[in-house]
């Protein structure tokens, strides 16, 4: 059974920044495009960074030149470096194995951790 566990999340000043961490219970991550995604109430989850093994990454307009994503295959971990955060940001952050660089389900596999909060708040 693979299990995704998010961290980092927190509250944070507008402008200030957060590091979010996803790991992998097993090797599967290494192997696999992974995915930051996000939920504000009410709106539809949203894909904000994904990076392929093969390093090849992707952002959402609204975020690029402000977050960066990476990945450690050896320690079965991704990141979501977040600067300059806005308001707009406030979600929960949910990472994924098993989509696409551009998020489209694969219709193979699929999993998703539980989440992190982020709240950015003056």
């Known amino acids: ?4 566990v998010e961290s980092g999340g927190g509250l944070v000043q507008p402008g200030g920044s957060l590091r979010l961490s996803c790991a992998a219970s097993t090797s599967i991550l290494s192997t696999n495009t992974v995915g930051w995604y996000r939920q504000a109430p009410g709106q539809q989850r ?14 959402v307009d609204s975020v690029k030149g402000r977050f960066t994503i990476s990945r450690d295959n050896a320690k079965n971990t991704v990141y979501l470096q977040m600067n300059s955060l806005k308001p707009e940001d406030t979600a929960v952050y949910y990472c994924n194995i098993g989509r696409t660089l551009y998020g489209s389900s694969r219709g193979v596999y699929e999993y998703w951790g539980q989440g992190t909060q982020v709240t950015v708040s003056s």
Request: glycine share 12%; net charge negative.
């Open 1 to 4: 059974q693979v299990q995704l």
């Open 46 to 59: 949203e894909l904000v960074a994904a990076i392929a093994n093969g390093g090849s990454t992707n952002y």
